[in-house]
């Protein structure tokens, strides 16, 4: 019974397109993230969003769009993809934002490749 | 700017032996440490989790400390065994901002 569930796992484009990954979690969480591993592992905030409002967005090119369309999905779509787009992708969710007895939950990351 | 340190890069040691990784922060002011583990290929599992006002947690083999003065946590692994062999992570958590280090790559020689 998985927690937190990211699709696809594994997604391999042409440069220049259009591509969504989906994310959602069943803990009734009321914070969602999402977070970018390069190739030397090093985890990254993009997005946070707490109850469908976006409450983090770091640097991050305007091709990215993180959409919430209830607080228990929290979806990325990336438009025009760079070859420098190409990681692994993990979503995540806590029950509050940052708060002290917090925790996070991740998924199993989606590996993204474009050539 | 918070930054995290996670030291060494990669260890390897043989079954049985008990370990230590280390993580170290810049910013004193945190909410929170936690230590993750990520295995090839897959998420990442939440191990332990320190409060700031605590000093160590302890599940199973797994004991963390915090000493926050300092910007210190180690995670010790008693008696090691091969399935422990995965990427280490440790977060610090401030102000809704999540951090992590690179992370320790360990083997466990069988």
């Known amino acids: 019974d998985t927690a937190v569930s990211q699709t696809p796992k594994y997604l391999v484009t042409q440069m220049g397109n259009d591509k969504s990954i989906k994310c959602e979690q069943n803990?009734?969480?009321?914070?969602m993230y999402w977070y970018k591993q390069d190739s030397k592992k090093f985890l990254k905030i993009m997005f946070s969003?707490?109850?469908?409002?976006?409450?983090i967005n770091e640097t991050v090119p305007n091709r990215f769009s993180p959409k919430s369309p209830d607080k228990a999905h929290l979806n990325l779509h990336i438009n025009s993809l760079e070859l420098g787009d190409s990681a692994v992708y993990f979503c995540?969710?806590?029950?509050?934002?940052?708060?002290?007895?917090?925790?996070?939950?991740f998924g199993s990351g989606t590996q993204l490749s474009v050539l | 700017k918070q930054e995290v340190t996670q030291i060494p890069a990669a260890l390897s040691v043989p079954e049985g032996e008990n370990l230590v990784l280390n993580c170290s922060f810049t910013?004193?002011?945190?909410?929170?440490l936690q230590w993750f583990r990520q295995d090839p290929g897959k998420g990442l599992t939440s191990l332990l989790l320190?409060?700031?006002?605590?000093r160590e947690q302890t599940s199973g083999r797994l004991n963390a400390s915090l000493d926050k003065s300092s910007g210190r946590s180690t995670l010790y692994i008693a008696a090691s065994q091969p399935g422990d062999s995965a990427t280490y992570l440790c977060?610090?958590?401030?102000?809704?901002?999540?951090?992590f280090g690179k992370g320790t790559r360990l083997h466990i020689l069988p």
């Open positions: 995540a969710s806590s029950q509050d934002s940052g708060a002290v007895y917090e925790k996070l939950f």
């Open positions: 803990l009734g969480h009321d914070t």
């Open positions: 969003y707490n109850n469908k409002e976006l409450i």
């Open positions: 910013d004193s002011a945190i909410y929170n």
């Open positions: 320190i409060q700031s006002s605590q």
């Open positions: 977060a610090v958590n401030r102000d809704d901002k999540i951090i």
